[in-house]
């Protein structure tokens, strides 16, 4: 049972263009996201994040917006740049219990091309 | 301050064998959690300590367990390895008044022959 799902393996952008890419979850008890950033052979990196009290958050060239009636996420840059290229993950977690587990998408790949 | 640190990066086992992964959190942060991921499952949570207790378990089998000490320094052990381990590990520290940011260490890459 998938919860979090990243419906686009792959996004082509060129730079200085927009690039979005989104996520959609299933479990209506989530109340906290987060986008990672991950190159190969390395752990993720932390990117941004939205409390569900909130529809957007913006941090630089990132933003990302939440339709919680939706249950859909994404996430903005502008403008893209070849140093985006990296795989971004999705994560849900539900906060305020004694754990916070993230439950991730399975990433959208995103080229950025000169 | 430093990252969270994982050690040893890469470790070759043949099946049958068990191995033992360690994670050093960022200074200060209690919570550390484990992630699998491998080409087919993504990023999967195994398990979360804070403050040497197991909070949360992932669906995992039990050859897969881990301990956190009391400098919040954690381990984790897989023993009598699988194929089907061979995957990347991710060890994540999270500190105790962030809503949910956890950061990630470089992970092991774990073969598995």
């Known amino acids: 049972d998938q919860q979090v799902k990243q419906n686009s393996p792959s996004l082509s952008v060129q730079e200085g263009r927009i690039s979005i890419l989104n996520c959609d979850y299933t479990?209506?008890?989530?109340?906290?996201f987060l986008w990672y950033k991950k190159y190969p052979a390395e752990g993720p990196t932390f990117l941004i994040s939205?409390?569900?009290?909130?529809d957007k958050n913006e941090d630089g060239r990132f933003t990302v917006f939440l339709n919680k009636s939706a249950k859909h996420l994404s996430l903005h840059i502008v403008p893209s740049q070849p140093g985006d290229s990296a795989v971004y993950f999705c994560?849900?977690?539900?906060?305020?219990?004694?754990?916070?587990?993230?439950?991730f998408g399975t990433g959208t790949l995103l080229a950025v091309q000169p | 301050k430093a990252g969270v640190t994982q050690t040893p990066r890469y470790l070759i086992k043949t099946r049958g064998q068990q191995v033992t992964l360690s994670c050093s959190p960022i200074?200060?942060?209690?919570?550390v959690s484990w992630y699998q991921q491998t080409p087919g499952q993504g990023l999967q949570f195994l398990f979360e300590?804070?403050?040497?207790?197991?909070?949360n378990k992932g669906n995992f089998p039990g050859r897969f367990s881990g301990r956190q000490f009391s400098n919040s320094r954690s381990e984790m052990n897989v023993s009598t390895l699988e194929l089907g381990d061979s995957a990347l590990y991710l060890c994540?520290?999270?500190?105790?008044?962030?809503?949910?940011?956890?950061?990630f260490g470089p992970g092991t890459r774990l073969t598995v022959l």
């Open positions: 939205i409390s569900s009290i909130k």
């Open positions: 994540a520290s999270r500190s105790s008044v962030s809503r949910g940011e956890q950061f």
């Open positions: 479990n209506s008890m989530f109340d906290y």
């Open positions: 200074s200060g942060h209690r919570s």
């Open positions: 300590y804070f403050s040497e207790t197991q909070r």
């Open positions: 994560a849900a977690s539900r906060t305020g219990g004694a754990t916070n587990k993230l439950i």
